[in-house]
């Protein structure tokens, strides 16, 4: 059984940085495209960010251009996201994803929480 684990998120304060990360087991890592999706308060899912297999391409969201970076170690069965200079908008909860991420058979973490806040 495939599962995503994300650690790294916090409270921030704006313009400050956080480093998630998502440790993946039970499936083969390095096959799958990933993705970052994020959840605020009250809303629906968010897609941020997504990575090729490979690590050779990667996609944005409009709003994290520049400021996120997603990456993974496939050694390691790892997906990273830097986040820097932080938004109160940014605040969520993060999840990692496998792609597509509306597939019902793929695999989801528990979430990570982000507040960025003075």
């Known amino acids: 059984e495939g599962q995503l684990v994300e650690s790294g998120g916090g409270l921030v304060q704006p313009g400050g940085s956080l480093r998630l990360s998502c440790a993946a087991s039970?499936?083969?890592?390095?096959?799958?495209?990933m993705s970052w999706v994020r959840q605020a308060p009250g809303k629906g899912p968010e897609w941020v960010t997504t990575i090729n297999s490979s690590g050779g391409s990667t996609y944005y969201t409009d709003s994290v251009k520049g400021r996120f970076t997603i990456s993974r170690d496939n050694a390691k069965n790892t997906l990273y996201l830097q986040m820097n200079s932080l938004k109160p908008e940014d605040t969520a909860v993060y999840y990692c994803?496998?792609?597509?991420?509306?597939?019902?058979?793929?695999?989801w973490g528990q979430g990570t929480q982000v507040t960025v806040s003075s």
């Open positions: 994803v496998t792609e597509p991420y509306t597939d019902p058979d793929g695999y």
């Open positions: 039970g499936f083969t890592f390095g096959s799958y495209d």
